[in-house]
Each structure stands twice: as structure tokens, then as C-alpha cells.
């Protein structure tokens, strides 16, 4: 009888021990949760849309709940302030074109990061690539194929949704999708199996079938070549019928997701159009009827100015003093047909092409070939949150995520003001504070 006594007791003291360590846990979170509220006072604030002087935010843990002028704001008690004197406070940019499991190719070339670098290698890059990326200013990104990876690209999503590693919030392509024979690397005789840096598929179901797969593994979105290069030295030409695509389309929108093509040629432009994609990567070859195609259909333009830009240095051209490439003088001149246009504009670089981190290349491009850097500013964030299917994000809104960063100056009158990202948070968390 004394031993269940005994028994008695001891769980009546662990279970009053248990309340008492309950209680202390729920005063800290109640204290936290009163600290967790955050007074951001900027010079500026750029809301995703337009610029507002002397505006203040208001945080609570990872949601904006007030901004405004400061005396319209009613503070709670405790709410801390930080001051961000001399900057523009903006949402996060949200970069639409990457590679995290690229690196520039002046470093090592393409073929030899698919057929040289393991994808535990590679892996270890993106790791550095995503924080790299983070610190830049972009609190989400839009990873458009692992180039040979595999999946690499799903489980660094995971490990930074896990906490394990700092990056951005990733949108995930996993392999992109190619047509049999049309990708590479190439140049082997034919008894050389090598790993090709998209997934081969042919024909509607097997087309659907490699969607499928590919959704099933992780991906968030899919990823197609509309026309590539048969042959080295040859220009692209279109890959897949306009049936194919819409087979994939139609495989991924039933899955709630979307596609996104690589396109440069008219004709692979106008059947990615017209079998449904959501966005045109690159479309350097674009006439203004297949503008005027995309508006009518709302497909989006992401030109990827920088990663041509990097590709025309590393081959020779040396930028502000040798005269401008064709490469470039196309780029310009199909940059300003789509601003004509009026088509949706996705701020995009192809970074891995170039350095992660470096992500500011493209703005500071976009404005050169002739866009506002308020329209610059909006098409990285309030824009390509729209496209991209991120509806509470890309603005500094009441009830939106606190993506937050701040730049020095006012980078709506200098876009090169980018460049100077001083403090980030993400998901309500500074994970960048260089002001002083």
C-alpha cells in the first residue's frame, strides 16, 4: 500500500511540476508575443506600388498589421522601434529567374558543371548561393531547373523551410522538361551515356506522364523548353508540338500548378503561348504580334537581361569600352518592343549564369534599356507576386508577410541604390542587420 501511495504522490508532484513548467511557458510566449511587435521607421517606405515619405510599419511576429504615418498609429505596449534612418524600407524582391545550382560560367562552363560537379557538390554551392541570395534582398525565389541536378533543388527548399540553412522562400522547377534528343550536353558519339541537364520526353502521354512524375517529386511548377538548339552552332528551333504542350499544360493545371517555358524563337514563343504557359523566359526573338499574342492571353515576359549581358563579358566583350555586341543590341531592341507593348514584365536574371547575390544586375538593366526604376521596383515585387501566385507577399500591406528589406537612399530616383541592401527580414525574422 505505502509503494502505490508513494506512486500516488510522485505523479501528483510531476504532474504540479508540469503546470508550473506549462505556466512559465505560456507567460513567455504571452511576454514575447507583446515584444514580437516591431516599429519600423524608414526614411521612406516603398509599398510595392508607390513610394510614401515618412511612413512607419508596424510587424507582429510575422504579419504587417498597421503602416502609415506614425501618429495615426496606435502602438501596443512594449512595441519595439528601429529606426532605419536613411533608407527606404520595401518588400522583399522576389527574383523570377534563378539557378541555385549554377554558378557563373567564367568559373567553370556549363557541361562541365553538369558532367564534372556531383549534385552533393552542387548542393553545397546552393546551400551558399541561397544565403547569398537572402542577404541580397531576395526573400523568395522562382529556381528554374536544377540544369542535372535532379531534385537537388526540392530538398534545398526543404532544408531552408526547415530552418537547417538561411535562403529565400523557393519556388521549384526540379529537372526542366525537354524534347527527346533536343538538349544537352552534347558532342558524344553514341555509345556514351552522359547525364543531360532537363528530363527527355516525347509525345502527349508520355509528355503528361513526365509532368506527373516530375509533380509528384516536388516540383511547384513545370518547366519547358518550347525550342532549343538541335545541334551546336545551329540556332534554336522549335521542340514541342503545340498538342504536347498542351498536354503538359493541361497535366499541370489539373494538379493546381502552372508552366513556364523557355521560348526565344517566334514560333516556339506562339505555341508556348497558345498551349496555355504562364510566363516566357528569355523571348529575345519576339515580334510585336507575338507581344501583342502575349497580352491578349496574359502571358508575362521574364527577358533575363543580365545573364546575356555576363555571357557577352565572359567571351570577350568588354563592357563600356568595346562597342555593344549584336547580342546586346537585340536584346535591347526586343527589351524595348515588349516596354512598347505593354506585356506583363517579370523582374529575372538567370542568376547562376552570373554571381548569386548580384541579383541588382537586372534592375539596373531593365532601367538602362529603358524602364522606370519605379516600374523596375514593382515588376520585382508586387508584379512577380501576382504572376508567380504569391498573394501576400511582393507588398507592404496590412495582413501581408513581413518580407521586409531596406536600401540605402531611394532607389525609385536610383536603381543602383540596390546594391547597398543594409537590413533584411524574412517571415518576421531580421536575418540581416547592417545598420549602424
Not at 204 to 220: F, H, N, P, W
Not at 231 to 257: C, N, W, Y
Not at 301 to 323: F, H
Request: hydrophobic share 40%.
Amino acid at each position: 500500500m505505502n509503494k502505490v501511495q508513494n506512486i500516488v504522490n510522485l505523479l501528483n508532484n510531476n504532474l504540479n511540476y508540469m503546470k508550473f513548467i506549462f505556466s512559465l511557458v505560456l507567460l513567455f510566449f504571452t511576454v514575447f508575443s507583446i515584444q514580437a511587435q516591431v516599429l519600423l521607421k524608414p526614411d521612406r517606405v516603398f509599398d510595392g506600388t508607390k513610394v510614401h515619405d515618412n511612413w512607419v510599419v508596424l510587424v507582429d511576429n510575422n504579419t504587417i498589421i498597421a503602416l502609415g504615418k506614425e501618429p495615426d498609429i496606435k502602438l501596443p505596449p512594449k512595441t519595439k522601434i528601429i529606426a532605419l534612418e536613411g533608407l527606404t524600407l520595401m518588400p522583399g524582391l522576389i527574383e523570377g529567374h534563378s539557378h541555385l545550382l549554377l554558378h557563373p560560367y567564367n568559373e567553370t562552363n556549363w557541361n562541365d558543371q553538369v558532367l564534372k560537379e556531383s549534385p552533393v557538390e552542387r548542393s553545397i554551392r546552393g546551400a551558399i548561393h541561397a544565403k547569398n541570395s537572402l542577404w541580397a534582398g531576395v526573400t523568395t525565389m522562382r529556381d528554374l531547373g536544377s540544369e542535372g541536378a535532379g531534385y537537388s533543388d526540392v530538398y534545398l527548399k526543404k532544408t531552408i523551410d526547415e530552418a537547417i540553412i538561411p535562403g529565400p522562400r523557393l519556388l521549384v522547377a526540379g529537372p526542366a522538361i525537354v524534347a527527346t534528343g533536343a538538349y544537352g550536353p552534347k558532342g558524344f558519339h553514341d555509345g556514351v551515356q552522359v547525364p543531360l541537364g532537363a528530363e527527355e520526353t516525347s509525345g502527349i502521354e508520355g509528355s503528361m506522364s513526365t509532368v506527373r512524375r516530375q509533380l509528384g517529386k516536388g516540383a511547384d511548377f513545370i518547366k519547358i523548353y518550347a525550342d532549343y538548339r538541335w545541334h551546336a552552332g545551329e540556332a534554336s528551333q522549335p521542340t514541342f508540338t503545340l498538342a504536347e504542350i498542351k498536354a503538359m499544360v493541361d497535366a499541370a493545371t489539373s494538379a493546381g500548378r502552372y508552366v513556364v517555358a523557355h521560348a526565344s524563337t517566334p514560333e516556339g514563343m506562339r505555341r508556348a503561348i497558345m498551349g496555355g504557359v504562364e510566363t516566357i523566359e528569355h523571348g529575345d526573338g519576339a515580334t510585336a504580334e507575338i507581344f501583342e499574342l502575349m497580352k491578349v492571353k496574359g502571358v508575362a515576359l521574364c527577358p533575363t537581361l543580365a545573364a546575356g549581358d555576363a555571357i557577352s563579358q565572359y567571351i570577350g566583350w568588354k563592357k563600356g569600352v568595346d562597342p555593344e555586341p549584336d547580342r546586346i543590341k537585340r536584346k535591347k531592341q526586343s527589351f524595348k518592343k515588349a516596354l512598347a507593348s505593354g506585356v506583363t514584365i517579370v523582374f529575372g536574371g538567370d542568376v547562376g549564369v552570373f554571381t548569386h547575390g548580384e541579383n541588382y544586375r537586372e534592375l539596373e538593366l531593365m532601367v538602362n534599356y529603358g524602364m522606370s526604376p519605379l516600374a523596375a521596383l514593382q515588376s520585382a515585387t508586387s508584379i512577380n507576386a501576382k504572376v508567380f501566385h504569391l498573394n501576400n507577399l511582393g507588398e507592404i500591406k496590412k495582413g501581408f508577410l513581413a518580407d521586409l528589406i531596406a536600401v540605402e537612399g531611394d532607389p525609385s530616383i536610383d536603381i543602383t541604390k540596390m546594391r547597398a541592401v543594409k537590413w533584411v527580414m524574412k517571415d518576421g525574422v531580421i536575418v540581416r542587420n547592417s545598420v549602424p
